[in-house]
């Protein structure tokens, strides 16, 4: 066995998805955000085709309303500051074991209680080995085809509020030792008003062994040349990479919001997109399709998760089989 995560297209049995639980967090959004976390578990679940979804409610309200809106989940209660289980739960590595990563609120933006053991507790809640990695590490900060090869950027993973006394070559050491990632593909910045400091996730996937997904500046795109660095560094390393359309400027109360088509969940049925009302919707979804020939690829709108910061793949985290 090796200690490699599987990627995210091989089979899961199952999902753990956070359900929004706190209302003071998500005031007048809470509703709309039930919602469409509730559509994307639905179609996660594909009727029974796709995986297990355990919805992960932080108080016996939400789980009740979580029960009601979504009948096909299994709905676990587990306390925690915020839904953002990419970043709190488990990382899953090639021998079932839980690699339970340390967490500080994204370099202490946004330090909330039940967040920093979330993932200890779920990996036993499932009869998992937990295996306590001493270091800072966010799911959303890497992306990993399989192989050994991961994707990170440099805002992220350099940050002093993270690791300080950890250089890039430390950090590449981590990564193996602990999750057998050998090869660091390092990208620079993340898109604009991310406050995780350029969660690669919303950035470049991989899609395949060595074959990286990454936006298209569209017109007036705050971040095209984040897109443009990246894509020079990914060739640069002889990885392929394939374009696909970015939403363009997306404003939220007059502010840049970091939305990305890459933020969709690869399901074992489905690969859900989030979408934002833009203009290159339709596109975008249509060009992550093309990638993924062999499911079901949705677009589902998700401006209510935004409010919070994140999209699908920010509050899942997969089950290998």
């Given at each position: 066995?090796?200690?490699?995560?599987?990627?995210?297209?091989?089979?899961?049995?199952?999902?753990?998805?956070?359900?929004?639980?706190?209302p003071e967090l998500w005031q007048e959004d809470l509703d709309e955000a039930r919602d469409e976390v509730t559509a994307f578990a639905r179609a996660v679940h594909a009727d029974g085709r796709g995986e297990q979804v355990l919805l992960v409610a932080a108080d016996e309200e939400a789980?009740?309303?979580?029960?009601?809106?979504?009948?096909?989940?299994?709905?676990?209660?587990?306390?925690?500051?915020?839904?953002?289980?990419?970043?709190?739960?488990?990382?899953?590595?090639?021998?079932?074991?839980?690699?339970?990563?340390?967490?500080?609120?994204?370099?202490g933006k946004y330090e909330l209680d039940g967040d920093d053991d979330i993932g200890a507790r779920l990996g036993r809640a499932r009869g998992m080995t937990v295996v306590p990695c001493d270091w800072i590490l966010e799911g959303g900060a890497i992306d990993g085809d399989g192989t050994?090869?991961?994707?990170?950027?440099?805002?992220?993973?350099?940050?002093?509020?993270?690791?300080?006394?950890?250089?890039?070559?430390?950090?590449?050491?981590?990564?193996?030792?602990?999750?057998?990632?050998?090869?660091?593909?390092?990208?620079?910045?993340?898109?604009?008003?991310?406050?995780?400091?350029?969660?690669?996730?919303?950035?470049?996937?991989?899609?395949?062994?060595?074959?990286?997904?990454?936006?298209?500046?569209?017109?007036?795109?705050?971040?095209?040349?984040?897109?443009?660095?990246?894509?020079?560094?990914?060739?640069?390393?002889?990885?392929?990479?394939?374009?696909?359309?970015?939403?363009?400027?997306?404003?939220?109360?007059?502010?840049?919001?970091?939305?990305?088509?890459?933020?969709?969940?690869?399901?074992?049925?489905?690969?859900?997109?989030?979408?934002?009302?833009?203009?290159?919707?339709?596109?975008?979804?249509?060009?992550?399709?093309?990638?993924?020939?062999?499911?079901?690829?949705?677009?589902?709108?998700?401006?209510?998760?935004?409010?919070?910061?994140?999209?699908?793949?920010?509050?899942?985290?997969?089950?290998?089989?």
């Amino acid at each position: 066995m090796t200690r490699t995560p599987p990627p995210e297209w091989a089979p899961h049995a199952a999902v753990w998805i956070g359900y929004p639980s706190h209302p003071e967090l998500w005031q007048e959004d809470l509703d709309e955000a039930r919602d469409e976390v509730t559509a994307f578990a639905r179609a996660v679940h594909a009727d029974g085709r796709g995986e297990q979804v355990l919805l992960v409610a932080a108080d016996e309200e939400a789980a009740r309303d979580a029960r009601g809106r979504a009948p096909f989940a299994e709905v676990i209660v587990e306390p925690f500051g915020d839904i953002w289980l990419r970043d709190t739960a488990p990382i899953l590595d090639g021998d079932g074991k839980a690699r339970d990563f340390g967490f500080n609120g994204w370099g202490g933006k946004y330090e909330l209680d039940g967040d920093d053991d979330i993932g200890a507790r779920l990996g036993r809640a499932r009869g998992m080995t937990v295996v306590p990695c001493d270091w800072i590490l966010e799911g959303g900060a890497i992306d990993g085809d399989g192989t050994g090869l991961v994707v990170t950027t440099e805002q992220c993973l350099l940050n002093p509020n993270r690791n300080p006394r950890l250089g890039k070559t430390q950090i590449e050491q981590r990564l193996a030792e602990d999750l057998g990632l050998t090869r660091v593909l390092w990208l620079g910045n993340g898109l604009l008003n991310d406050h995780t400091d350029g969660h690669v996730d919303n950035l470049a996937r991989f899609v395949a062994p060595n074959r990286l997904a990454l936006p298209r500046a569209e017109e007036n795109d705050p971040n095209w040349q984040v897109f443009q660095d990246a894509a020079i560094r990914a060739r640069a390393m002889g990885v392929e990479v394939v374009e696909v359309p970015s939403p363009g400027r997306v404003l939220r109360d007059e502010q840049v919001v970091p939305a990305s088509y890459m933020n969709f969940y690869i399901g074992n049925a489905a690969v859900v997109v989030p979408v934002y009302g833009t203009e290159y919707d339709d596109a975008g979804v249509a060009a992550i399709r093309a990638l993924f020939p062999g499911r079901e690829v949705v677009g589902l709108r998700a401006d209510a998760i935004l409010t919070g910061g994140g999209s699908f793949h920010c509050i899942s985290q997969q089950i290998p089989a």
